[in-house]
């Protein structure tokens, strides 16, 4: 089967230990795509969820032992620590089965562009000035997976395509655009407070591309919702990319699926 290979993937959002995480769907898309630098920007692994619930399923340790074999192969392999998984902060600085741990990177596209790479939880207000509500928000939006998960069901019953419930109520919700919109800003004023190109971020759960002001803002998304990275091709060009979700999780609609083979369907290039 056709592996796709490009200079870096940025993947973050995976929140393994969840029953929302499609995990393999980041399993497939690992297996199918080769990188010189892959980095894991936050929630890799969800720490509230797992205090609350022990969730940990074959698919979920397959993933962490893929990116572990990843990073004995050669593939230079960064895990930037969100929020969920706060408790890797301890060892910022440190390396554990040749994937380097740290708060913050910077990475140099092949065409010359500076770019630092972060969770973005430090732009989001109830995270900084007060845990129990961005606690409770999680638990909120755990319960819309779940309704998400069984709507999905029905939907593929019927021979529907996946649609996700979570993001239509965040896109229909006045101040969660109000929020996504600052906390976009918000990045990119950090972006230029640093002197650098652009800024690489999750946390929102909502894939992006584009300019702010002359500032590159990409977020790479999620894998609970949307199945989206962030790819850098070999001449420097950054694109979001979809990966088609498994028939277990859902139904995408598109031509190359009818022959099983993976697709990278493209959302944002620039």
């Avoid at 910022?92 to 740290?102: Q, R």
């Avoid at 596209?109 to 007060?130: E, N, S």
């Avoid at 229909?172 to 190109?197: I, L, M, N, P, S």
């Amino acid at each position: 089967m056709t592996t796709r290979r490009f200079r870096s993937i940025w993947i973050s959002d995976l929140h393994l230990g969840t029953h929302g995480c499609q995990a393999e769907s980041v399993l497939d898309f690992l297996r199918h795509t080769e990188s010189e630098h892959l980095y894991l920007v936050g929630d890799l692994v969800d720490g509230w969820a797992l205090r609350r619930n022990w969730h940990w399923p074959q698919a979920h340790n397959d993933v962490v032992q893929k990116l572990l074999r990843k990073a004995r192969k050669g593939t230079h392999v960064v895990y930037v620590p969100g929020n969920h998984d706060d408790f890797a902060h301890h060892f910022t600085g440190l390396i554990f089965g040749e994937i380097e741990i740290t708060r913050e990177a910077v990475h140099d596209t092949a065409d010359g562009r500076i770019l630092l790479v972060l969770h973005g939880d430090q732009f989001d207000g109830a995270v900084k000035f007060a845990p129990w509500l961005s606690h409770l928000g999680a638990r909120a939006y755990e319960t819309a997976l779940a309704l998400n998960t069984v709507l999905n069901r029905v939907r593929r019953a019927f021979g529907m395509p996946y649609w996700s419930l979570a993001g239509y109520l965040k896109g229909k919700t006045k101040k969660a655009v109000q929020y996504v919109a600052g906390f976009e800003e918000a990045v990119a004023r950090r972006a230029r407070e640093r002197d650098v190109d652009g800024i690489i971020c999750g946390h929102i759960h909502k894939a992006e591309l584009r300019p702010i002001d002359g500032i590159l803002y990409a977020n790479c998304g999620d894998w609970v919702e949307n199945c989206t990275a962030l790819v850098e091709h070999e001449d420097g060009r950054l694109e979001i990319v979809r990966w088609p979700t498994l028939p277990a999780t859902a139904a995408p609609s598109g031509d190359g699926l009818a022959s099983g083979l993976p697709l990278l369907n493209t959302v944002r290039s620039l």
